[in-house]
């Protein structure tokens, strides 16, 4: 063969090779965004919070394990005498707010974590609790998070009222979600 022909056909072989290449590229990065996208959608706000703390690439990874480790989970509905009580445990936690918010703050803190566990997601620390939350109810676990930071935050220094308010605001929310679904 002669050397003008050789170099075409090894040109021809690189250029093949390389839009292989860039189809192969593009059709990862095609998969990345659509994982993305769909990661953004069923996590919604705790998306962003992932993102904030540890970056696209390790936000994903982490949802992704969570999801990956639900499945593991034996989450079941409430039985009809467990959501009568608590149902009835939530109303007297409402009502001891009127004479003692920080009180009723902390026991619907307690309420919420043992609501959490009895439907069957792994719940002995708060953020492996609302790490498994997350997977089926990530609206409800931005207000997990945010109430329970202000009950911890109550228990070293006093709140005022108006943000133990919103507290138990947030954590009705998320009672209301578990008990529903």
Not at 20 to 47: C, D, H, I, N
């Amino acid at each position: 063969m002669e050397t003008g022909t050789v170099i075409v056909i090894a040109a021809a072989v690189a250029a093949v090779l390389l839009l292989v290449l860039m189809l192969v590229m593009r059709s990862k990065r095609k998969g990345g965004e659509k994982q993305t996208a769909r990661l953004r959608e069923g996590f919604g706000p705790e998306y962003a919070k992932a993102v904030g703390e540890k970056g696209r690439s390790g936000a994903e990874d982490d949802l992704l394990k969570r999801q990956q480790s639900a499945s593991l989970f034996q989450v079941r509905p409430l039985s009809a005498v467990e959501v009568t009580r608590y149902t009835e445990s939530w109303t007297a936690t409402q009502a001891q707010f009127v004479d003692d918010p920080g009180a009723a703050l902390t026991a619907a803190d307690h309420l919420v974590a043992e609501v959490i566990a009895a439907r069957g997601y792994p719940a002995a620390e708060f953020e492996q609790g609302a790490s498994a939350l997350s997977v089926d109810h990530p609206r409800a676990v931005q207000d997990y998070r945010a109430a329970h930071e202000v009950a911890l935050r109550n228990q070293r220094n006093p709140v005022p009222t108006d943000e133990l308010r919103a507290a138990m605001v947030q954590y009705h929310a998320v009672f209301s979600e578990l008990m529903a679904s």
